[in-house]
């Protein structure tokens, strides 16, 4: 098992904003967590990833209880958050954020292999490699994001709403490299507010409202969920 979050809670201050989550991700998975605005999605995301403090409950990444460790230490164990909104050094060249995305390495030859992998991944980025993060399209930040988080080689990405702001066609581009990624063996925890295209990529599904879960099953059947379909498919 990669993740297992039991009982969670995060508070901001005296406001609760996760309460009682129960989620797993086996390994190679990839799972959607899915749910209105304000519904807890991001907050249980960034709690993951080392971001926010749990009030209660425990988070175990293979195997070792993880709450309360920082983002840092984290990704030296092999997690990476891809932050909503991307959060891409402006300033700094499209090379230059992938490298630091490798910064807790020293395998110059791997990360060299790496960063050739991030290119054929995404070949916008190798014709924009010189150029200032800053100056990228959404879509191309968006992916210069996962390119990052993937040189740190993490065994769980964290992704949260990667398709927010983006062009349709853009939007599925980066579907599809998310469902490539999976394919390749990275365990992935999905926060996604366009639920028809999260469950079509993933293999299970988490449905969050008010602040906890209500609904957990495999992606085609959340996809058929009449509920669902009513409220989040436009069915």
């Not at 709403?161 to 390749?184: D, N, Y």
């Not at 992606?219 to 409220?231: E, F, K, T």
Request: proline fraction near 4%; include cysteine.
């Amino acid at each position: 098992m990669t993740l297992r979050v039991s009982g969670l809670e995060v508070a901001y201050g005296r406001i609760t904003a996760v309460k009682g989550i129960d989620l797993a991700v086996e390994r190679g998975e990839l799972v959607c967590l899915i749910g209105a605005n304000g519904a807890g999605k991001s907050t249980t995301l960034k709690t993951v990833a080392g971001l926010l403090a749990p009030s209660a409950g425990e988070i175990r990444y293979e195997g070792a209880a993880i709450g309360g460790v920082p983002a840092y230490d984290l990704v030296r164990r092999g997690v990476a958050l891809v932050p909503e909104g991307r959060g891409v050094f402006a300033r700094l060249s499209v090379a230059e954020n992938l490298q630091l995305g490798a910064y807790t390495r020293d395998d110059r030859a791997g990360v060299r292999r790496d960063l050739d992998y991030i290119y054929d991944l995404f070949p916008r980025l190798a014709e924009r490699r010189g150029q200032q993060a800053g100056t990228l399209s959404g879509g191309e930040q968006q992916m210069l994001a996962i390119g990052r988080a993937l040189m740190s080689r993490p065994r769980l990405l964290l992704l949260d709403e990667p398709s927010m702001g983006l062009a349709p066609l853009l939007v599925q581009k980066i579907f599809e490299t998310i469902r490539r990624i999976s394919a390749e063996g990275v365990t992935i925890l999905l926060v996604e507010q366009n639920a028809k295209l999260a469950l079509e990529v993933s293999h299970r599904g988490y449905v969050m409202e008010s602040v906890r879960i209500v609904l957990a099953d495999a992606a085609p059947a959340l996809l058929n969920n009449p509920s669902v379909q009513r409220a989040y498919l436009g069915g």
